[in-house]
């Protein structure tokens, strides 16, 4: 075992095989000529490299779509989250609305008043009954 880790690794300089090399790959592949192990033990290449022929060079064979598979409580989750994504995305637009109201309200009532609604004077909150200076019994 200290033996194999030792031994260096070889680095394979990479090859690019031609169109007509992997079309008779293929060919033999789907004429049952040869099998997808013996083209990878004869080319040198991986299975992933030969499956990619297939895909691109053969008519019978296309690399068919990924399923996704869900349980059915994730399906219904899912469902049950879009339906208050568009929930949500509907009381925002209420409410940009209500903003875009109240706004323009600001703006006509300040043109017609003649002074600035929307400015802030700093005014001391009222508390009540102290502010006024005057007894509210009576003699």
Request: with cysteine; charged share 30%.
């Amino acid at each position: 075992m200290k033996h194999e880790a030792k031994q260096k690794l070889q680095i394979r300089e990479r090859r690019i095989f031609s169109d007509e090399v992997k079309k008779k790959a293929v060919k033999d592949l789907i004429s049952k000529r040869t099998t997808i192990k013996a083209l990878m033990n004869e080319h040198q290449v991986s299975y992933q490299s030969v499956y990619t022929w297939l895909y691109k060079y053969s008519p019978y064979h296309e690399q068919k779509c990924t399923l996704v598979v869900q349980m059915k409580s994730e399906e219904t989750k899912n469902s049950e989250l879009q339906k208050r994504v568009a929930e949500l995305e509907r009381v925002v637009g209420q409410k940009q609305l209500e903003i875009d109201f109240l706004n323009k309200l600001l703006e006509i009532g300040s043109s017609e008043l003649g002074f600035d609604l929307k400015k802030n004077f700093n005014t001391p909150p009222s508390n009540g009954t102290d502010g006024t200076g005057k007894s509210t019994t009576s003699k």
